[in-house]
C-alpha cells in the first residue's frame, strides 16, 4: 500500500512523529510511577480501540484487489496492530524478582 510506515525505524509522517514523541515524554514523566504509567497503557489501549472500530473498520477494502493490497502490507511490515497486556504470572514473576533483588 502507499501508505505503509515503519514504526521501527521511524519512518512515520510528521503528525505521527509528533504522537509517539508525546507518548514518549508522557512515559518518561511517569517513569517510575506505577499507577501513573498503567492510566497512560489505558489512554493507548482505549485510543487503540476506538480507531480501530470508528475508523479501521470503514475504511477496510471493498475489493479484493485493496484487500490483497492490504494483506501484503500488513505481511511485510510487521503484521496487525495489537497492545498486549501484561499476563498477571508475569507480573508476579517480575514482582517476586525485584524482591529477591532488594534483599
Known sequence: MSNSIDVETGELPSDLQEIAAL???AATERRNDC????????VL?????EVRDTFFYE?????RQTLYSLLRDIEVNGGWPYIQRMKLRSLL???ELAEQASE
Open 23 to 25: 507518548v514518549k515524554v
Open 59 to 63: 475504511a477496510l477494502p471493498n475489493s
Open 93 to 95: 514473576e517480575n514482582l
Open 45 to 49: 489501549e482505549h485510543l487503540h480501540r
Open 35 to 42: 499507577l501513573a504509567l498503567l492510566a497512560l497503557l489505558r
